[in-house]
């Protein structure tokens, strides 16, 4: 069974504080996506992985790096956690189609909030 | 202006209706179109792709995909409480979504 798994569900920091957001999946896929969600403007793309080491600006990268080290594993970084930051964050998973990334397997998800 | 936008809703439809959904897209860069399903508190999940202009059916689901006018619809025949989800559709060049339409089913 296609797994997405993300280290924590809920997550409260600090402002300033630097802050991990682990995703790992199980299903081989070459492609890995974070998202953020906030209401009224659906699932914006921070930044996504199309293999181990590359890694592509999304369309709100400001405020967050990536880092994919292995193929199974992408981590989103706050490098200095601020309260606009508070938000869910899911990461996806996808093989990569002939039309670009095709079905995205999403994770449960991470509620973040910077207090 | 944003690169996917839908029609807000919410929408409330009656059991047995038909529940329509349209998304418009500005990036001429993209020629899939997905469509998502999000139960509250839940992770979206896939149920319709399309990447031909035309319609393309699976099961009680349509999807309607017309490039030249730039919308992708998506319909939702005898609609079911258990169609009661928020509905996000993206391109396949921009992947960030639309703000997603809320369906309500009214038994």
């Known amino acids: 069974d296609v797994k997405v798994t993300q280290s924590s569900r809920y997550l409260v920091k600090r402002t300033g504080e630097k802050v991990f957001l682990e995703c790992v999946q199980d299903?081989?896929?070459?492609?890995m996506f974070w998202y953020r969600q906030d209401p009224g403007l659906g699932l914006r793309l921070i930044y996504f992985?199309?293999?181990?080491?590359?890694?592509e600006k999304g369309d709100i990268p400001e405020g967050y790096s990536v880092s994919r080290e292995k193929k199974e594993r992408f981590s989103l970084i706050l490098e200095s956690a601020s309260t606009n930051q508070t938000s869910m964050y899911l990461c996806?998973?996808?093989?990569?189609?002939?039309?670009?990334?095709?079905?995205?397997?999403f994770g449960p998800g991470t509620r973040l909030t910077v207090t | 202006q944003k690169e996917v936008e839908q029609n807000s809703g919410p929408l409330s439809v009656p059991e047995g209706a038909i529940a329509s959904l349209n998304c418009t897209y500005s990036?001429?860069?993209?020629?899939?179109f997905f469509w998502y399903r999000q139960y509250s508190g839940k992770s979206p999940e896939l149920i319709m792709f399309?990447?031909?202009?035309g319609d393309k059916e699976d099961g009680r689901f349509t999807a309607q995909l017309n490039k030249a006018s730039q919308y992708v619809s998506l319909l939702i025949r005898d609609s079911q409480p258990s169609d009661s989800a928020t509905y996000l559709c993206?391109?396949?060049?921009?992947?960030?979504f639309g703000a997603g339409t809320t369906v309500t089913v009214r038994a």
């Open positions: 996806a998973s996808s093989s990569r189609g002939d039309r670009g990334p095709y079905e995205q397997y």
């Open positions: 299903m081989d896929h070459e492609n």
């Open positions: 992985s199309y293999d181990v080491k590359m890694k």
């Open positions: 990036d001429r860069g993209s020629q899939s």
């Open positions: 399309i990447y031909s202009n």
């Open positions: 993206r391109g396949d060049y921009k992947l960030s």
